[in-house]
Every structure is written in structure tokens, then in C-alpha cells.
């Protein structure tokens, strides 16, 4: 890997250090993690263009997999986040803020805790490190998401790309239906599968061991520890801080969902009618996109293929893959996109009949 690409992913810390500068200087400043994410970005992507560098051997994909500097920059995130959210719901509970300030910080919390905060958590969440997973957890609770880490591991990556699976979004189905279905559906599916999951290890179902419970008690847990902060920061335990909590959390989760429905939009596995199974998850059933700097900001998440075929491969490691379906953009343009329906329709529509016409 290029020395470029190994410094590279610290550019996901370019929405902590831009909220941060929010905090500290105010005005317009509060509204510089949107215009990083959905600006600069994407006109850089435009200007820098695709990458396409995998690891050359086996053994290189072995050394970045064992790479503890790689670990190290995901492992700090979750620290700095939490850092961040309790001073941006401190001060937007009450500080002296105008609204235009209040509404810059509040709306570019997500990108902190979901835009990043959640790929961090989904990519802590696939390792076996008790450290790692525990840390996934911490910030899935913040955004009230704890049972993810659930589904998306027993559930999603075994039924990515069929009916069952209530994170595939199907074609023609817009952003707007697909949420209500994916919110619900992924709940559901998690408290079966836990209980599920329980059951086989012999374990109480209504034991502190369910991580459904642990969906409930640690963002409670979030609430009390941001108002003692509060307490100590204004010398009142500032209220307000449990609203301003649960709507970011729930922005936050909205654009994990935003990304799971660009992520396998269309893409179907085939069902063998004789033996009622469906093929096995190939690259072709993901969406990629291999522009440069947004797969740095989003550590290669945007190279969904190669996680599917490979889940407990980790970031740097994941690989392009040639014959998987590519998006005209990467995630912050396509994430704008599918709040658009007829955009999002005439930007993929045209790229999936060619796909499948090729396929």
C-alpha cells in the first residue's frame, strides 16, 4: 500500500477536527462538517478520480490484516467521538448559540456519530477482539443501535440480496418506503435472532447477556453520563440534552440506512426452485465505488463487495472488484441522491440495466 494511502485514513478525523471548529469558533464554522461531507468531498472525488490499488499477494492482504496501525485508527475514534457528542449536546442544551449556530452543530452531529461513527462500529464490529466489539456497542448506543451489531452479523450478510433480508433494498422501492421497512424489519429480525442465539449457548433469554437488553440499557446509561457532564460543564444537569441526544440518534441511524439502501439497491441472488436455496453471495450483489478520497473518509466501506465475500477482512485490506456493479459517485453524493428519487432513479436505473444486461 502506497505511503499516501496508509496516511489517507486519518481523513475520516476531518469530521471531528470540523465539529470541534464549530464548537470553538462558532458562525459559520458550525456548518463545516456539511460542507466537507457533501461539498469538498465529492468535488475532490470528481477531481481526484478512482482508485483501484488492491493488495498485490495473499501476503499482503496478511500484513495488513495483523497491521495494529491500522487497528490504532479506528480503535481511537469512539474516544474522540463520545469526547465531541458530550460537548456539542452540552452546549447545544445550554450554550448561548444563535439558531443558525445551534442548527449547524445539530445537523452535522451525524456525520460524527453516524456518518463515521457508525462505519467505525461496523467495522469494530466483525472482529473477535472483546476490546473491538465492545467498543462497537459504545457507539452503536449512542445513536440507539445497539442491536446492528445483531442483525447485520447473523442476519444481513447471511440474507443480503433476497426478500428476507429487511436491509436490501429492492428495486424501485424509494428511500422513503424502505426506511419504515428496514428500521422495523432490522429490530425485528435482531430480537429473534438474539433470542436465537441465547437459546443455542443455553443462556437466560432475559439475562444481562442479551444484547437486546444492552440496546436499551446503554443509551440510557449515554443519558445520565452526558447530564452529570452537563452538571459539571454549566453547573445544571441541562435537560435539553436528552432530545437534542435522541434526534441526532435518530439522524444518525437514518443515514446508516441511507447507506444500506445504496449499498444493495436492485441486486438480487438467484433461488435454486429445487432446493429452495439461494446462490452464494458473490461481488455482483453489492454496489461499489472506488473513488479515492471518500473510500479513505469511510475506511473502503465503499468497496462492499469484497466485505461481503470476505466479512472478517478488515478495512485497509479490502479489495476493488471489477465485475461488481459501480455507482456514478461516492456514498456523500449518493447518499444526497437517494433523498431524491427521480435523481437517484435516472443516476442508477440505467447503470443496473446495463449491469444486468452484461451480467
Known amino acids: ?11 475520516a478525523y476531518v469530521v471531528p477536527l470540523s465539529i470541534a471548529a464549530g464548537l470553538v469558533f462558532g458562525g459559520v464554522s458550525c456548518w463545516l462538517p456539511l460542507l466537507v461531507v457533501f461539498v469538498l468531498i465529492p468535488v475532490a472525488d470528481r477531481l481526484i478520480g478512482e482508485n483501484f490499488e488492491n493488495p498485490a499477494t495473499d501476503a499482503a492482504v496478511s500484513a495488513l490484516q495483523k497491521s495494529n496501525y491500522f487497528r490504532a485508527i479506528t480503535i481511537l475514534y469512539p474516544f474522540v467521538q463520545t469526547l465531541l457528542l458530550a460537548l456539542a449536546l452540552v452546549n447545544l442544551a445550554g450554550g448561548e448559540w444563535t439558531w443558525f449556530e445551534r442548527l449547524g452543530i445539530f445537523l452535522s452531529l451525524p456525520l460524527l456519530t453516524g456518518g ?9 464490529g466483525h472482529r473477535n477482539s472483546r476490546l473491538e466489539r465492545g467498543l462497537a456497542k459504545a ?27 429487511p436491509s436490501s433494498a429492492r428495486y424501485g422501492e424509494s428511500f422513503y418506503r424502505f426506511w419504515p421497512r428496514t428500521v422495523s424489519g432490522t429490530w425485528r429480525s435482531a430480537v429473534r435472532l438474539e433470542r436465537e442465539r441465547l437459546k443455542k449457548l443455553q443462556a437466560r433469554v432475559r439475562g444481562p447477556r442479551n444484547q437486546i437488553f444492552q440496546s436499551v440499557a446503554f443509551p440510557l446509561a449515554w443519558v445520565l453520563f452526558f447530564l452529570v457532564i452537563a452538571k459539571a460543564w454549566t453547573g445544571d ?22 447507506v444500506n439502501y445504496i449499498e444493495h439497491y436492485g441486486l438480487a441472488r438467484k433461488k435454486d426452485a429445487s432446493t429452495g436455496r439461494y ?16 473510500n ?6 465503499q468497496r462492499h463487495s469484497d ?3 470476505y466479512p472478517a477482512r478488515r478495512y485497509p485490506a479490502l479489495r476493488h472488484h471489477e465485475r461488481a456493479p459501480q455507482l456514478p459517485a461516492g456514498y456523500p453524493t449518493m447518499v444526497l441522491a437517494a433523498l431524491a428519487p427521480p435523481v437517484w432513479r435516472r443516476l442508477v436505473h440505467p447503470r443496473l440495466a446495463a449491469f444486468r444486461d452484461g451480467a
Open 1 to 11: 500500500m502506497s505511503l499516501l494511502k496508509r496516511l489517507g485514513f486519518w481523513v
Open 116 to 124: 463515521i461513527g457508525i462505519t467505525v462500529a461496523h467495522e469494530l
Open 139 to 165: 457507539l452503536l448506543s449512542q445513536v440507539l443501535y445497539t442491536h446492528f451489531i445483531v442483525e447485520h452479523n447473523l442476519g444481513h450478510h447471511l440474507e443480503v440480496a433476497t426478500p428476507e433480508d
Open 237 to 258: 444537569f441541562e435537560f435539553l440534552v436528552i432530545p437534542y441526544f435522541l434526534a441526532q440518534a435518530v439522524l444518525a441511524f437514518t443515514l446508516l440506512e441511507l
Open 279 to 294: 446462490e452464494r453471495v458473490a461481488p455482483e450483489h453489492s454496489w461499489n465505488s472506488s473513488y479515492f478520497l471518500s
Open 296 to 301: 479513505l473518509l469511510l475506511f473502503q466501506l
Open 307 to 309: 466485505h461481503h465475500v
